[in-house]
């Protein structure tokens, strides 16, 4: 895809941001920011000083068509140069409404027989892309060595809930079924997602257990929405400045899943599932400085519980999407690191 010139423009604004030595950067970023006894990385205050200069934000004035085109632009900016060591090929994953579209991501070198994550992306079940997640598929296809099938789910409001959560399931079936086409091993499947993506990943782990017959072998969590029913301390502590807001998800969830729908549905809101035992084991990243951190934690201590194997790692000085901010600063690349380490330890090789 050719980038518009402006588009460059901006992206080697943000780029040339990133390289200035630190104290520079830190006197663009302001003063370190403390909450809750956390500190805010400079990585994180910089691109949040940037997003506030520019008026980006999840959600657009103008509603979902601009909100969409916003993030598929800032994938342009944050994202990085693309990394051609990763393969990717088109795959149609059939439906009875219509053919899913994803994108099948293979490093450089791998066998056949590897493992595989059924990629879910972010974007309150309303905005993203396989495009706007391309960076964070072929990121994590490489550090973990796994094939990667990133999918194309159904976007609301054009599509209300329970759509995503049922075409997430239908393109783990797919993956399992169609395996040794993908050239993987049906055995070594993995589900995984951010954020919304993250909620429809763990919603389709639970579907495929309860349901008996194949099931996803690992959940990859990051900062995960897990209960739609109830707001916990975070949604209050971080509902502003701190990219994703209080009043974003309400807007995303007033699209998603608009009244009558039931919040107590565990396929809206896993972390109310009556039972949670038998589950794959699972990495869940969260976000120190994030609304949704509360809920994720609580889905990690759920699980555990229950008798599930659960990494919980708090990323206390990031905000929500640093997986997304892969292309620019160093601890958004870490903590994306520490996810993919725990995949490949998983599922990859």
């Known amino acids: 895809m050719t980038i518009p010139p402006p588009v460059r423009i901006q992206a080697a604004v943000v780029r040339a941001a990133y390289a200035l030595p630190e104290g520079l950067r830190r006197a663009v970023a302001g003063k370190p920011v403390v909450l809750d006894g956390q500190t805010l990385a400079l ?10 200069l520019s008026g980006a934000s999840l959600v657009m004035s103008g509603g979902v068509g601009p909100s969409r085109a916003a993030m598929e632009h800032a994938r342009h900016l944050v994202g990085g140069p693309r990394n051609r060591t990763v393969a990717a090929r088109s795959v149609g994953i059939p439906q009875e409404h219509g053919e899913l579209a994803a994108t099948l991501y293979t490093p450089e070198g791998l066998a056949a ?22 960076h964070v598929a072929r990121f ?42 993908l050239g993987a091993d049906p055995e070594r499947i993995a589900v995984g997602g951010d954020s919304a993506g993250g909620n429809l990943a763990a919603v389709a782990a639970q579907q495929a257990v309860r349901r008996g017959g194949p099931a996803p072998v690992f959940q990859l969590l990051l900062y995960p929405a897990t209960d739609a029913s109830t707001r916990r301390p975070s949604r209050a502590l971080f509902a502003d400045g701190f990219f994703l ?36 084991p699972a990495y869940i990243g969260t976000a120190g400085f994030d609304p949704l951190r509360d809920e994720g ?10 008798g599930v194997a659960v990494r919980l790692s708090r ?15 160093h601890r958004f690349r870490e903590a994306t690191a520490e996810a993919a380490e725990a995949l490949r330890q998983a599922i990859g090789g």
């Open 140 to 181: 994590l296809a490489q550090r973990a060595r796994v094939r990667v099938l990133s999918v194309e789910y159904r976007l609301a409001p054009e599509h209300a809930f329970p759509a995503a959560a049922e075409d997430a399931l239908a393109a783990f079936d797919y993956a399992y079924a169609k395996a040794a086409d």
């Open 43 to 52: 990585d994180a205050q910089l691109i949040l000083k940037l997003q506030r």
């Open 297 to 306: 934690e609580a889905y990690a201590r759920a699980l555990e519980e229950a």
């Open 315 to 329: 990323q206390s000085d990031l905000i929500h999407g640093y997986a997304s901010y892969i292309g620019v600063g």
């Open 113 to 134: 027989g590897s493992g595989l994550l059924v990629l879910l992306h972010g974007g309150g079940w309303v905005v993203g892309s396989r495009a706007s997640h391309d």
């Open 245 to 280: 807001t209080s009043a974003d998800m309400d807007w995303f969830a007033d699209r998603y899943a608009p009244a009558p729908a039931d919040c107590t549905d565990p396929r809206l809101s896993p972390l109310l599932a009556e039972d949670l035992t038998g589950l794959p």
